[in-house]
C-alpha cells in the first residue's frame, strides 16, 4: 500500500478535497521580498527610526544581504 492510498483512506471521504485543495491568494495581497524591503513594509508603522535602522541592519547583514530574506537560526543556550 503506497503513502498516498494509505493517507488518503486515513481522511476519509473527505481525502479529495484535501489533497487537491489549491489557495487562491490575490497577487495584490502578496509583499515580494527585495533591497528596499524595510522602507515598503515596515516604514509606516509605528516603529520608531532606531528600530527601524537595526532591521535594515539585519536584513542587510550576510549572505543573503538586501535580498529582502533573513535567515535567523536558533542558538542553544
Known amino acids: 500500500m503506497s503513502n498516498i492510498t494509505a493517507i488518503s483512506q486515513f481522511l476519509g471521504k473527505e ?4 489533497l487537491n485543495h ?3 491568494v490575490p497577487k495584490e495581497t502578496l509583499h515580494l521580498p527585495g533591497g528596499d524591503w524595510v522602507n ?3 516604514v509606516n508603522t509605528d516603529r520608531s527610526n532606531r528600530v527601524l535602522g537595526n532591521l535594515q541592519r539585519i536584513y542587510g547583514t550576510g549572505r543573503l544581504a538586501n535580498t529582502g530574506y533573513v535567515s535567523i537560526l536558533p542558538v542553544d543556550q
Open 15 to 18: 481525502s479529495d478535497y484535501l
Open 40 to 42: 515598503r513594509i515596515f
Open 22 to 24: 489549491k489557495a487562491i
